[in-house]
């Protein structure tokens, strides 16, 4: 199979790091217009020129903009007002008990983990609709099934996003355009990283070997017994995204390394 998205224009957002920079790189590949996307215009300009050195002849734009509130989201609409492709990878997390969780957090993680996607999809899908084709996926988590009790602020914005994905395929029903979620588990970005690090500094051991040790006793039903690479999350994404999809939308796609344990 060869997937070819020359002539779409792709955005990809919180796409300077982790999974969302290798969803950019992945689509930049297949011929995709990317429009990459961080707060601040040093991480865009740095994640352009990574992507350019990994892949030459990319047709790549940026913008800078924080997605945790409607200026933010707007500021990208007006960068690129019609994509083919919106990929809702902006995400946050971090581990918490839940009575420290305090009203404005969970404010803030709806803010950016719930409502940049549905401002962005509502500005988006609209256009995909009248020209009978497009791609929308929202970058769950495994975490949206399978609540963490340290990550229950995390865990319900990741569920609510299969909601709203599963009721914008609905909305787009009969039509070329496809919305999806796709579910990573343990996947190796700089965030995983940045949160095993303490962990790392303080044991002497690599941040490699804690992470294949944290979901082996945190996340034990992990078939894989190690983390994913955010390559191999986005390899299903630009699947997703590519016109050979085209029978799959209200799914939920995983990409966990069999972490849900069940068979469907
Ligand atoms: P990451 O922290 O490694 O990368 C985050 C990127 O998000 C950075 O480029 C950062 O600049 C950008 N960003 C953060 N807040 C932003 C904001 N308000 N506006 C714009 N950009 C912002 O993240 P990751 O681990 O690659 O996670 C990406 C997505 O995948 C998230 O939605 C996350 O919930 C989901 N996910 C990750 C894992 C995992 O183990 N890494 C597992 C399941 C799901």
Not at 149 to 178: C, E, N, P, W
Not at 217 to 234: D, F, K, L, Y
Not at 237 to 255: D, F, H, I, K, M
């Amino acid at each position: 199979m060869q997937i070819d998205l020359k002539g779409k224009t792709a955005v990809v957002t919180a796409s300077t790091a982790g999974i969302g920079f290798a969803i950019a790189e992945g689509l930049a590949r297949a011929g995709a217009h990317v429009v990459v996307n961080g707060r601040s215009d040093a991480s865009v300009q740095s994640a352009l020129d990574k992507l350019r050195d990994a892949v030459p002849d990319a047709s790549l734009g940026g913008v800078a903009a924080d997605l945790s509130d409607a200026a933010g989201v707007a500021r990208v609409t007006q960068h690129t007002p019609d994509a083919d492709i919106l990929v809702n990878n902006a995400g946050i997390y971090g581990l918490k008990p839940f009575f420290d969780i305090d009203d404005a957090e969970w404010e803030h993680y709806f803010q950016v983990n719930v409502m940049s996607g549905v401002r962005l999809a509502r500005h988006y899908l609209k256009g995909m609709i009248e020209r009978n084709a497009g791609r929308i996926v929202f970058i769950s988590s495994e975490s949206g099934l399978n609540i963490p009790v340290d990550m229950i602020h995390y865990g319900f914005t990741k569920t609510a996003q299969l909601s709203i994905a599963r009721g914008l395929a609905k909305l787009a029903a009969g039509t070329r355009v496809t919305v999806n979620s796709v579910l990573p588990g343990p996947t190796m970005s700089e965030g995983v990283r940045e949160m095993l690090k303490a962990q790392a500094d303080e044991t002497g051991r690599s941040i490699d070997d804690i992470a294949v040790e944290f979901v082996r006793s945190e996340r034990a039903s992990s078939i894989i017994q190690r983390p994913a690479t955010t390559e191999e999350v986005a390899n299903l994404v630009v699947y997703v995204c590519s016109p050979q999809a085209s029978a799959t939308t209200g799914a939920a796609l995983r990409v966990d390394g069999g972490v849900v344990d069940t068979i469907a």
